[in-house]
């Protein structure tokens, strides 16, 4: 068992231990040592990085027979070594896990509901609530306790004590194990148990600011971040907000109401862009049948056309108005996207499923459809003619 010096002091940054065993693993060694300030990942708090000695040690895990294990680039001797807790991440941690028990706190306060999982992530942390439903009103509630209380600035302090000593303390959760149990307390706030790093003083946590919620199956999942991310999410808020701002040509307040003007603006003018190629799409489909007929009087009518700049949604205008004439069969493509179509008339023999299926392997491309229109693509757009030409071959 080693002896977890985080446990009676979040504070500590370095120390000095003596290496008990090294063992290679992979690229990586193994490193036990009597006592360490290198928290493993557990609890919902993600591991210590830092140094011992020379070695740089990339994460740490807690073994089932209570041992810390150090996972380090090099191998260590036996005999002292002095370690370096990467401070910067472990201070980030220490802020988010005091953060989630003052919030987790003010949602028990506020509403009654319990947390049932707690993870901490790179880049946001996530509590799941044991509701039925939560609003953003009670959301926003609880952030607002919870701030009230970091603005407090209360001690955060560790206690140890049996489950009888802490259930009469008012610990906020049951637990179930024996013997001497670790408990942390925000004085007047919360006691709960939990074997995390912790800030010393609520006003260390600097700020929480809730980011998202949402509906698990059982749960409600709550995203938020303390201190430095919160700081880093607010400024990243405002210089996206103005950047919105800036494209739109207005103020940072009117980028909602702008950005729904824009967006109906854009949906009108799809619409009557959808108007404009339909008719294009007539008009062409008129000059294609004739240079056709004028070209080869046979029947059916064949219609072999590869454009430029098409986009799909006119080439489908396209194939649908030849093919609502009589005895036509239209095999077009655009290099704009690779795509293609093979359509004809209702009546005729052919299967222009298949013969695109056909044409389309044999090149690599896919797509699929009925027997009197199909679609599909190429990667290739430079393949296009050679598809359509092996598809007229079939026929
Ligand atoms: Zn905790």
């Known amino acids: 068992m080693t002896d977890r010096l985080y446990y009676h002091d979040s504070l500590l940054r370095e120390f000095d231990a003596r290496v008990m065993a090294c063992e290679a693993s992979g690229e990586r060694f193994h490193v036990l040592l009597d006592r360490t300030a290198f928290y493993p990942t557990s609890g919902g708090q993600p591991n210590d990085t830092g140094r011992l000695g020379e070695a740089a040690v990339v994460d740490v895990a807690e073994q089932a027979d ?8 090099r191998a260590l001797e036996p005999g002292a070594a002095h370690g370096v807790i990467d401070w910067e991440r472990r201070f980030d941690h220490m802020q988010q896990h005091t953060g989630q ?36 009103k009670q959301a926003e509630a609880a952030e607002r306790l919870t701030n009230q209380v970091i603005f407090e600035d209360r001690p955060v302090e560790v206690r140890f004590g049996t489950r009888e000593e802490l259930a009469a303390s008012g610990v906020r959760k049951e637990v179930e194990r024996e013997g001497v149990l670790r408990a942390v307390s925000v004085e007047g706030f919360d006691l709960q148990p939990c074997g995390g790093t912790h800030v010393a ?26 201190g430095g991310r919160a700081l880093r999410a607010a400024r990243e808020d ?29 949906k009108q003018m799809h619409r009557s862009r959808q108007i404009v190629l339909e008719q294009l799409a ?18 059916p009518i064949r219609i072999t056309r590869v454009f430029t700049e098409a986009d799909a949604g006119y080439l489908r205008f396209l194939a649908t108005r030849l093919a609502a004439e009589r005895n036509v069969q239209a095999f077009l493509a655009t290099r704009a996207g690779g795509y293609i179509i093979f359509a004809q008339s209702p009546g005729l023999p052919a299967d222009m499923n298949a013969l695109l299926r056909e044409a389309l392997s044999a090149a690599g491309g896919k797509g699929g459809g009925t027997r009197d229109f199909a679609q599909g693509s190429l990667p290739d757009a430079a393949r296009l003619e050679e598809v359509l030409a092996t598809a007229a071959a079939r026929l």
């Open 66 to 73: 209570g041992a810390i294990v150090h996972m380090t680039d």
């Open 101 to 136: 028990h003052l919030l987790s706190a003010a949602f028990i306060d506020l509403f009654k509901m319990q947390t049932v999982s707690f993870h901490l992530g790179g880049e946001s942390s996530t509590i799941d609530l044991a509701a039925a439903a939560l609003s953003a």
């Open 201 to 226: 003083r609520t006003g260390e946590v600097g700020l929480v600011l809730l980011r998202k919620i949402e509906k698990q199956k059982q749960n409600w999942r709550v995203e938020f971040v303390c």
């Open 238 to 266: 405002y210089a996206t907000l103005g950047e919105a701002a800036k494209l739109l040509s207005c103020g940072q307040p009117e980028v909602p109401a702008m950005l729904g003007k824009t967006i109906e603006e854009r």
């Open 282 to 299: 007539a008009y062409e489909a008129g000059e294609l049948l004739r240079d056709a007929t004028r070209a080869a009087p046979v029947s």
